[in-house]
């Protein structure tokens, strides 16, 4: 048998310790969403629940459109991601892959964007969507994260590291820009776009401040904008909150388990130069 050194085996514990620390809470978030009241405050604190019961999310059903937010969180994230990945997308192929001038510069301009906190923005945003009269719509919510400074740098790295070569043979066959963009550039950078797309849709899924101020009535309410409401009434139910919370997070699990294999082969090549 070959022999395990010492180093290795400290090295699987020590991964071992932050899995336990990553998933624990997961685990813990899961199980208490079927407690009752009672169990959720016991102290000393149980993992387990005496009794298992459905009533939280039955309650959360009851009190929320739960069913109306998840389908708005749906359309806003997975709109802004759709449409910002093409965008981003078109952006970065001309700034990697054509000449152009003033190209570094507005480059350069887009990059200092990411410095600019959506605090500063926040109030010009709100009052230029209500002259265009589409606050409390899903145009309002998706029209300004149409294209992402930070997808433009990242897919403008990565299609940075595919060799310009093949565009030049392209050229040689008689593809223009638009179909050499489409059917070599596309193809080639599907790991960026799926570890972009999920980054999009994570962040977008997740934004409390954004969907609530740009919507006022509970029909265009987000889950995170739901469970401000739920967390921010006057007495605090920790058992429902628990609840929904896990199904504001398990779309999310979802997500990165299907598409690990390719956010993991993005991040690890999105670096590369050519």
Avoid: C
């Amino acid at each position: 048998m070959r022999k395990i050194s010492a180093q290795r085996v400290i090295g699987t514990l020590v991964l071992l310790l932050f899995a336990a620390l990553v998933l624990l809470p997961l685990f813990w978030l899961g199980v208490s969403a079927f407690k009752s009241d009672a169990d959720v405050i016991k102290w000393p604190p149980i993992f387990f629940p005496t009794e298992w019961v459905t009533t939280q999310f039955a309650y959360v059903w009851k009190v929320l459109p739960i069913a109306r937010m998840l389908l708005n969180t749906v359309v806003f994230a997975g709109g802004v991601t759709i449409i910002s990945l093409f965008f981003d997308s078109m952006a970065a192929y001309a700034f990697a892959r054509m000449k152009f001038t003033g190209r570094k510069l507005l480059f350069g301009i887009i990059l200092l964007t990411m410095m600019i906190p959506f605090q500063v923005v926040m109030i010009p945003l709100y009052m230029e969507e209500y002259k265009l009269g589409i606050l409390n719509t899903f145009l309002g919510l998706i029209l300004p994260r149409a294209a992402s400074a930070y997808g433009i740098f990242m897919l403008t790295s990565f299609f940075s590291g595919i060799p310009k070569s093949l565009d030049e043979a392209a050229k040689i066959d008689g593809m223009g820009e638009w179909k050499i963009y489409l059917k070599i550039i596309l193809p080639l950078a599907k790991p960026a776009l799926v570890t972009l797309g999920i980054y999009h849709f994570m962040n977008n899924w997740n934004d409390l401040l954004y969907p609530m101020m740009l919507t006022s009535s509970v029909e265009m309410r987000t889950l995170s904008a739901g469970l401000a409401i739920l967390v921010g009434s006057n007495s605090i139910k920790y058992g429902p909150t628990l609840a929904a919370t896990v199904i504001a997070i398990l779309p999310l699990l979802l997500l990165f388990l299907f598409g690990q294999k390719f956010f993991m082969e993005g991040i690890a090549t999105s670096g590369m130069k050519e």
